[in-house]
């Protein structure tokens, strides 16, 4: 885990396939409150580029990436 951020809410989507990582983002976002940081653990690698892309669409913001040896932690906030 990043020792800068602490996530409210950790997504364990290691061994999902596209577009399950990204979708199961778009729910708990929807769902969470505004300042929200969570952190989506993906071991999809085209999740590095969709969740960035989606986050921009739709006014989130990415805090960080982080690669680990076979997965992927991207930490996200809630806009307002």
């Not at 885990?1 to 364990?12: F, G, K, N, R």
């Not at 300042?35 to 921009?56: C, F, M, N, R, Y």
């Amino acid at each position: 885990m990043s020792e800068s951020i602490s996530p409210d809410v950790t997504l364990d989507q290691r061994g999902a396939g596209c577009p399950g990582p990204l979708m199961e983002l778009v729910s708990a976002i929807k769902d969470a409150d505004p300042g929200t940081v969570i952190e989506l653990q993906t071991s999809d690698a085209g999740s590095k580029d969709d969740v960035p892309e989606w986050l921009e669409k739709a006014g989130h913001e990415l805090l960080a990436m982080e690669e680990h040896d076979d997965y992927w932690s991207i930490y996200v906030q809630k806009s307002s």
